[in-house]
Structure formats: structure tokens, C-alpha cells
């Protein structure tokens, strides 16, 4: 009788687990297809560097793909695709599912808001023969990462009466950007031998401005009188109305290729556009599912989710049960029966750093999307341990569709921490895992991802939602 002789390598290949690099496993058109999507991903990037941008493009690509206004009360049949705006700055979107609502509901959470510098509500100020706007920073950042990098300004100004003035400047060629100064080496010595948390302050992130005076006379204040003069002309604003603004400092340069091999993505705000385009592609191309897909665009993540357009709020609660009443089903029991991807990134492996990374369990770039089974920090605090049954599902689903995806955590134990708006989707009883794209730089003004990655985004979601 012959004996069945198995190779070392080929046990290896059937006991250990080992994600490989997303080239090896797709063939030619799947890259192609990849490198073609994050096109699109680019220009999405571009035009939506705030939450309230990336509110208006998304409803246009709703729009455009069939979604209509939800309107409370009314019952949405099968295949219906509505969307919810919640006050500019989050939005839900649903395909109705085959089944309704009853076998609950599948939903994607993204967060379309990042790290940036917010205007105080009270800015200008002329000091020195420079004028400049005082900013209050939003979300983590390190902060002598924003001097010296050319900066827009975009946000809303809304005026006593009501009116809305738009403002978005610095990101066309022939517009004016702004700037941080930062110090010369040759008098930085002092600031040098500082560590990197206090060599730049928090109440030294003005923003440069202006620097002539209005009518050209050089009395006290005529700066700032030249800029508001300008802005009065431009926007019909006074310097009251700045206090009721919500005005954003970001990077004002775009996303573009990097690498001779162009395989990845540098840009702004890739944390978590770079999850929150994929997941509402997705549902864009999702016909006909059996379950409710639902898409949530979120605000405030970066902050803690806190208010009323954060998942910390009832909003996405509100929305659910909303459709959960038109179908004669309570919420508690559709929220109870549903399941979430929490999409957001994950730190990739940098070789340059290493020592706050594990090796074994961090997620690398080009090795698809990273399943995050907890995050928090000291002891998993403040996280959601998603469950093994509900992992094991994930792994199902994802192998079956041959989503390319690898496991993550953050960094080493007790190397830091920090959290997603996985634990507040499972306050509202629903299973929740977190999935998303590693990032190398994340929450710099200029991050990087890989694009086989942000394309296997989009599979696992697509997959999901199906
Ligand atoms: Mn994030
Ligand atoms: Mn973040």
C-alpha cells in the first residue's frame, strides 16, 4: 500500500494561518480594477475634506444612483434607496432588503470627519504688522506637523438672519492658501531641545492671513481691518459673524499616487474617507439584497462621538426605528437582529517605527482590509470586544467572497490605544465588528494608504451589503 507522503511546506499551508500580499492572490483585471476605483476614490477625497462636503458629495452620488429624501412616515417597499441628512453633517442611507427589516438590518458605519484646525469663535486678530486667525485643534494631531504646509480654509459662516455663506479657499490653483510659521534653525535651539509635544503649542497654530493695511495707512489694526474689509466685500460678513461659523483649516494640497509603482494613496482625511467612499460605493452598487443595507456616514468620531450629528447620539437609532414603525416592527427588535461593520482604519506596520508595533497582530498595508476584533486601550478599556461567533461569520463571509483581508490591532499592549464608533452601535444591541484599511502617517495632514486595500474595502462591504 502507498503511504500518503504530505511535505512540510504543505502542512504548514493547511495548519498556519498567513495573509499574503493582495498582488499574489489577485490576477490582473482585479488590479486594474482596484487601481481604477481609487480614481474615483481620489476626486472623492478632494472635494470632501470636511464632513459637511463629504455630506453633499455623497447625497449627489446617492442621488444620481436612484436614492430619494427619506420622509417620515412613509413605508418603503423592497428595493426603495433613501437617504437622511442630518443637519449637513452625517447621513444615513438604506437600500431596502427583500425581507424588510424583520431579519434586522446590515449596516456599514464610517466617519467623515478628521483631524484639523478649527476657527476660534473669535479669530482675528493683527499683531506685529501680520494678521492672523487664533484656531482651536480638532481630534489627535501632532501638532508641528501643521507649520509650514500650505492650508484651506473651508466651512460655513451662517449670519444672524439665517443665511448661509459657503466658504472654501486655498484649493484652486489660482487661489490664495495659508500658512503656520514655524521657527529658523538657526534661533530654534531652545524650541529643538523641546519634545515634540510642546516644541509646537496648541495656542501657537495661528494662521497667517494678511500683511497690508487697508488704504494703505499704517495705523494700529489697518491689517485687520483690510482682511475683514476683504471678507465683507467676498462674503458680505462682519467680524460678529465669525461667531457664528464653523470655519476648518485643512492641508490645501490633494490626493495623488505615491510610489514609482503609483500603489498607493497620499492625501488628507484618509481617516475615514478611505473607509467611508468604499463603504457608500457599496451600497451604491447594491441591488436587491435580502436584508436592509444601511449606510452611515458619521461626524464627530474623531472627537469622541459626542453631539447631536456623532453616533454617540440617537440619530442612527431614530432612523432605524423610523422604518422599523413602517414595516409594523419595533426597533429594539430589528436593532437586535442587525449587524455592523464599524468601518474605520487601522495603524499599518512602519518599519521605521517598530517598537510600538506587535508584529503578529498588527495589520500591514497591502494585505486588505484589517478585522479589528477590540481596540481601547489599558486593558481593552473603552473598547468592543466583538464576539467569536460573530468573527467567525465575518471570516466566512469574506473567504467566501474572496475579499482579500488580514486581522489588526492598533499597536503593542499598553503602547497607547484609541477607539470607533464600534461601542456605540453595540449600545443599541446590535453586533458589531471593526473593519477597515490600514494607514500609514494616520492622522497627519497627509496620510497613506495602499490602493489594493481601499479596493478590498469595497468588496468586504459590497459582500455584506449583498
Ligand atoms: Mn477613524
Ligand atoms: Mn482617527
Known sequence: ??????TTEERKKELFYKPAHAAAVMDDEAIAQADSFCEGYKDFLDAAKTEREAVEEAIALARANGFREYEPGAYYPAGSKVYYNNRGKAVVLAVIGALGLGEGARIVAAHIDS????LKPNPLYEDAGEAFFKTHYYGGIKKYQWTAIPLA???VVVKKDGSAVRVRLGENPEDPKFVITDLLPHLAGEQMKKPLATGVEGEDLNILVGSRPFDRSDAADNIKLHILDLLNRSYGITEADFLSAELEIVPAFSACDIGFDRSMIGAYGQDDRVCAYPA???????EEPEKTGVCVLTDKEEIGSEGNTGLNSDYLRFFIEALARSEGLSGGEVLSRSCCLSADVNAAFDPIYPGVFEKQNVSYINRGVVVTKYTGSRGKGGSSDAGAELLAEVRRLFDDAGVCWQTGELGKVDA???G?????VAGMNVDVVDVGVPVLS?????EVTAK???WAAYKACLAFFA
Open 1 to 6: 500500500m502507498e503511504e500518503n507522503v504530505i
Open 115 to 118: 483631524p484639523r484646525l478649527d
Open 153 to 155: 480654509l473651508h466651512g
Open 280 to 286: 457608500l460605493m457599496a451600497l451604491l452598487d447594491t
Open 416 to 418: 497607547g490605544g484609541g
Open 420 to 424: 470607533t464608533v464600534a461601542r456605540f
Open 442 to 446: 494616520m492622522h497627519a495632514p497627509f
Open 452 to 454: 489594493l486595500d481601499v
